[in-house]
Nanobody, 120 residues
């Protein structure tokens, strides 16, 4: 009933930039927190960044601090991740999650992922 759609992935060279977008939609759905995770084969899915849609508060994984910036548009249940100074180790499938902690429609809702590849 709640759908999450990501976009913006692609192939870039080291030092390049990408901007990911994620929108959560559904009847009467308003996310409280949205976040970006990433995963590579054989590794655990890890948190990259997250943002509270109401307060704007955010946090980041140490590995991306100073390079990635998260933003939100609460009215649209939309979240963005500006990724600068990309490194090969940023290569992963990036997943968006929208979370709501109280009813209605409480729960975590995941997108299908978007591939980010950083290579020369």
């Amino acid at each position: 009933q709640v759908t999450v759609v990501e976009s913006g992935g692609g192939l870039v060279r080291p030092g390049g930039s990408l901007r990911l977008s994620c929108t959560a939609s559904g009847s009467r759905f308003s996310a409280t927190v949205m976040g970006w995770y990433r995963q590579v084969p054989g590794k655990e899915r890890e948190l990259v960044a997250r943002v509270n849609l109401d307060s704007g508060g955010s946090d980041y994984a140490d590995s991306v601090k100073g390079r990635f910036t998260i933003a939100r548009d609460s009215a649209k249940n939309t979240m963005y991740l500006q990724m600068d100074s990309l490194k090969p180790e940023d290569t992963a499938v990036y997943y968006c999650v929208a979370r709501r902690f109280v009813p209605p429609n409480s729960g975590s809702y995941w997108g299908q992922g978007t591939q980010v590849t950083v290579s020369s």
